[in-house]
């Protein structure tokens, strides 16, 4: 029989003691090996290092198949890469949201001197900023059903290239006429419309759900830093090379991303051939791997009270969202008097506190969720921040007189916003895993409706009313979100 103690570190090298009654296994101190490596038979089958708890002693008489699972674990630094895998999604994630977003709000900042060269009304211009959700509502479902099934890379990556193109070609599109312009931002949408169902399925898969809210959050910080760049440097480009030059410039980074997708992500753990069994097992947390999803399960998805509260809040949510995202440069030019470049630098604030904020908020959540809180109320609390901290500062929006205080309302509705991340954003991994993107894909339906109808409506509103009518508009629909999630929101898994 044979046996081995505690593992010891000696200048820096860590070795077992291995002693055995069979005459012909030599006892003493031996350098472990890795499972993977080991024979059946072998002498130095039996040096494999405990996971924690070194005190044991473990009885090895068969094959390495045999070796207790807590003896299993490889050495940390020999198996394992500096960088965990999982976070190299999520940075590559993040990375395709801040293109995403670098290559939505250039229309925003682009769109003022496109109007006066072609002499567009606000109609008009309400028209071309909605035109982008016509593609954009399409590709949601169908990139959530495309991503459960064949997974989050190959449709994460399709909708990078997709939108890409799409950008490079507005210029030419806009000098053909204004029907081809529509087409174009339609299509640009189609790509962009399948980012957030894919990356959610991806994540799914890659994340656990400890680390859950700041990983997400981190992802959803990248379309924040994409408005943050692509409103600090549209105006820049514009007047160097003229409105064109910003789509040239923002599309081509598309393709610069999508060789470092196709050669570093894989739809799951179980698809990568470089990641450590440690890892593996970290994010598995003993749960079986599922097989991909052949069929939705939608009557019983409409049926849940809680996927009908994501997609109310996700609409109410996206109404305020979206108007600002697409008219603050207009806010601050016609409202404040600011010039191109100082509307294109001061939008950058709101959303660099998103960024900042939405990283906070994930920490905080997963701290919660660590410390035994139910994920159901930490999802509410931060859902909750992030609808009623935008309705205040709104509502104090349109009561202060001066440009610093308006800006900082601006941002202060955009940080505490950013808190959603680890709210209604989290939620769709919590509900249903396995139906991550079509979820997602679900409530992000009713969040684009809401920025088609919210961008465009604000257009007419401006044309009959103020600017104060269109914050009180998405007050009272914050308000609506907080009742409708903290009354049949969870974060217990419903679907299976």
């Known amino acids: 029989m044979t046996r081995f103690c505690p593992k010891r570190r000696l200048l820096s090298r860590v070795e077992c003691f291995l002693y055995s009654s069979d005459p ?26 405990p996971t924690r708890n070194c005190k044991a002693k473990f009885e090895m008489t068969g094959s390495p198949s045999d070796v207790p699972a807590e003896a299993q674990a490889v050495l940390p630094g020999q198996d394992a890469p500096w960088f965990p895998k999982r976070w190299t999604i999520v940075v590559l994630c993040f990375f395709s949201f801040l293109l995403c977003n670098m290559d939505r709000v250039n229309m925003s900042i682009a769109i003022l001197p496109m109007s006066a060269e072609y002499g567009w ?13 016509w593609g954009y509502l399409l590709t949601q479902i169908l990139g959530g059903i495309w991503a459960d099934r064949f997974g989050g890379k190959v449709v994460l990556g399709f909708g990078v290239v997709w939108w890409s193109i799409a950008t490079m070609l507005t210029p030419v599109a806009a000098k053909l006429g204004l029907p081809f312009l529509l087409v174009v931002r339609a299509f640009m949408g189609i790509g962009e419309g399948v980012a957030m169902p894919a990356m959610n399925n991806i994540l799914s898969k890659w994340i656990p759900v400890s680390e859950r809210s700041r990983s997400l959050s981190l992802v959803y910080s990248g379309m924040y830093l994409g408005s943050v760049t692509g409103l600090a440097f549209s105006p820049f480009l514009i007047s160097k090379f003229g409105w064109p ?29 470089d990641i450590s069994e440690d890892e593996k097992r970290h994010i598995l947390g003993g749960n079986a791997i599922k097989e991909p999803v052949s069929s939705i399960p939608w009557r019983l998805i409409l ?3 809680s996927v009908w509260a994501l997609i109310i809040s996700h609409f109410c949510h996206n109404w305020g969202t979206f108007i600002l995202l697409t008219w603050m440069p207009t ?27 939405a990283n906070i ?16 109320n930490v999802r509410k609390i931060m859902q909750s921040i992030g609808f009623l ?35 209604l954003y989290s939620n769709h991994q919590d509900i249903g895993p396995r139906y991550a993107g079509v979820l997602l894909g679900l409530s992000n339906t009713a969040g684009v409706l809401a920025g088609v109808f919210g961008t465009a409506a604000t257009g007419y509103i401006l044309q009959k009313g103020s600017w104060d009518n269109v914050f009180q508009v998405a007050v009272i629909l914050y308000i609506v979100g907080t009742v409708v999630w903290n009354v049949f929101s969870t974060g217990e898994r419903i679907l299976e």
């Open 121 to 133: 009304s606000p109609a008009t211009v309400g028209l071309i900023q909605s035109s982008f959700f």
């Open 331 to 357: 806010y601050y030019n016609q409202v404040l008097n600011f010039n191109l470049t100082e509307s294109g630098l001061l939008c950058v604030l709101p959303w660099l506190t998103m960024a900042v904020f």
């Open 24 to 49: 012909a296994v030599t006892s003493g101190w031996q350098k472990p090996k890795r499972r993977e490596s080991l024979t059946a038979g072998s002498d130095t089958a039996s040096c494999v290092v």
């Open 245 to 273: 030059s910003v789509f040239y410039a923002f599309g081509s980074l598309g393709s610069i991303w999508f060789a470092l997708w196709q050669r570093k992500a894989r739809s799951s753990p179980s698809e990568d051939p």
């Open 361 to 376: 908020g994930g920490w905080i959540a997963d701290t919660l969720v660590a410390k035994g809180v139910s994920i159901t």
């Open 303 to 305: 049926s849940k009270p």
């Open 389 to 423: 901290g935008p309705a205040f500062f709104l509502t104090l929006l349109s009561k202060v007189r001066t440009p610093a205080m308006a800006v900082l309302c601006m941002a202060c509705s955009q940080g505490s916003d950013a808190f959603s991340q680890s709210g």
